[in-house]
C-alpha cells in the first residue's frame, strides 16, 4: 500500500499562474482533506470531502477549488496563485469523517513569486 | 485566534530527560488527537482520546485528556533523538482542526 500520494513535491508559479495538485488514497477511505501549513498558524483546513460526490469549505478556502474526482482521487486547483498561497500543502485521508485518525500525505511545497 | 493552543511552541531537551507538551481548548474537546511531524514530512497519527481522564501511551509516550476535556498533556519520558520532530494536537466540532505545533529538538 502506496497509502496517501501527492504530486507535485515541490512547485514554483508566477503570481496569476494556475496549476492542481493532486492527491490519491489507496486505502479505500471514504474522506479526504487538504490543509495548508504556514509557520506560526499551524495546519488549517483548506476544503474537505466526506465522501465520494461532496466537498465542503474549511477554514481557509479562499483562492482555492477543489474536485473529488473518485473515491481515490481529490484535487485541489489554485486558479490564479498568489504570493500569499505560499506554503505546504497536504492531503489527508480518514475511514469517515469524525472520530477516526486521518493519513497524511508527504506534502506539496509551493512557492508564488 | 487559534482553538487549541499549545505549549511550548518549542522544546529543547537533552537526550534521556523527560518532557510534556500541553494543548488547551477554550470549548470541551469530543475527541483529541496527537500527530507528530517529522521535518519535511507528513504527520503521523500518535494516538486518540475521547474520554475525560483518559490516558493512553506507545512506547515511551504517554497522553491524558484532563476530566473537564479542555487540555491535554504529552508526555516523552527518557527522550531521544527519533522523538524530535513537531507534535501537533488536533480535534474535531464539525471541522477538523489542528493547534499550532510544538517543535521538539533532543540533543545527543
Known amino acids: 500500500n502506496a497509502g496517501v500520494t501527492q504530486t507535485p513535491k515541490f512547485q514554483v508559479l508566477k503570481t496569476g499562474q494556475s496549476m492542481t495538485l493532486q492527491c490519491a488514497q489507496d486505502?479505500?477511505?471514504?474522506?479526504m482533506y487538504w490543509y495548508r501549513q504556514d509557520p506560526g498558524m499551524g495546519l488549517r483546513l483548506i476544503y474537505y470531502?466526506?465522501?465520494?460526490?461532496?466537498?465542503d469549505k474549511g477554514e481557509v478556502p479562499n483562492g482555492y477549488n477543489v474536485s473529488r474526482l473518485n473515491k481515490r482521487e481529490f484535487s485541489l486547483r489554485l486558479e490564479s496563485a498568489a504570493p500569499s498561497q505560499t506554503s505546504v500543502y497536504f492531503c489527508?485521508?480518514?475511514?469517515?469523517?469524525?472520530?477516526?485518525?486521518?493519513?497524511f500525505g508527504p506534502g506539496t511545497r509551493l512557492t508564488v513569486t | 485566534s487559534q482553538e487549541l493552543e499549545q505549549s511550548p511552541q518549542s522544546l529543547i531537551v537533552q537526550e534521556g530527560k523527560n518532557l510534556t507538551i500541553n494543548c488547551t481548548s477554550s470549548?470541551?474537546?469530543?475527541?483529541l488527537y496527537w500527530y507528530k511531524q517529522k521535518y519535511g514530512e507528513g504527520l503521523i497519527f500518535l494516538m486518540m482520546?475521547?474520554?475525560?481522564?483518559e490516558e493512553k501511551s506507545h512506547e515511551k509516550i504517554t497522553a491524558k485528556l484532563d476530566e473537564k476535556k479542555q487540555q491535554s498533556s504529552l508526555h516523552i519520558t527518557a527522550s531521544q533523538p527519533s522523538h524530535a520532530g513537531i507534535y501537533l494536537c488536533?480535534?474535531?466540532?464539525?471541522?477538523?482542526?489542528f493547534g499550532t505545533g510544538t517543535s521538539l529538538t533532543v540533543i545527543p
Open positions: 489527508a485521508s480518514s475511514e469517515v469523517s469524525g472520530g477516526l485518525e486521518q493519513y
Open positions: 486505502m479505500n477511505h471514504n474522506s
Open positions: 470531502s466526506a465522501s465520494e460526490g461532496t466537498t
Open positions: 470549548k470541551t474537546l469530543y475527541g
Open positions: 482520546l475521547q474520554k475525560g481522564g
Open positions: 488536533g480535534a474535531e466540532r464539525v471541522k477538523f482542526y
